[in-house]
């Protein structure tokens, strides 16, 4: 997939951009497994995956895993991904939501939030969080 950078046909200035204008390129690898924190500070869980959404070349939204322990009764919640703001020194994404809303946001496992295009999930996170479509 080519960047909004190095791709002409890509308008940048509708490029999905984070709270910080953050629009660089990243590899999807760098982004998974880092730690996603609350405003306060409080590690609320890592994302585990990224979904794409190909027609659009943008990304719909990051799968967060938080609600277990140990691995065990872990929740996979879609973050769309313009909620996530990468804060280098504390090299962790921070997300502005209340733990109310974290704890009761549309929740499933891996496999069901890339079922169907994501349709269902997609939509159920940013209505949830209360963030405007980006397709």
Request: aromatic share 10%; proline share 5%; net charge negative.
């Amino acid at each position: 997939m080519k960047n909004a950078i190095n791709n002409p046909a890509i308008n940048t200035n509708t490029a999905m951009k984070t709270p910080s204008g953050h629009t660089s390129s990243i590899r999807a690898n760098k982004v998974i497994g880092t730690s996603v924190k609350d405003r306060s500070g409080e590690t609320i869980g890592n994302v585990e995956d990224l979904v794409l959404d190909k027609l659009s070349n943008n990304i719909l939204f990051a799968v967060v895993s938080f609600g277990g322990f140990l691995g065990m009764a872990e929740k996979y919640h879609p973050i769309p991904w313009s909620s996530l703001n990468y804060d280098e020194g504390k090299e962790s994404y921070v997300v502005s939501f209340t733990k109310e809303q974290l704890q009761s946001a549309p929740s499933d496992s891996l496999e069901a939030l890339t079922r169907n295009d994501s349709g269902p999930y997609r939509e159920k996170a940013y209505d949830h969080y209360d963030v405007p479509y980006s397709w």
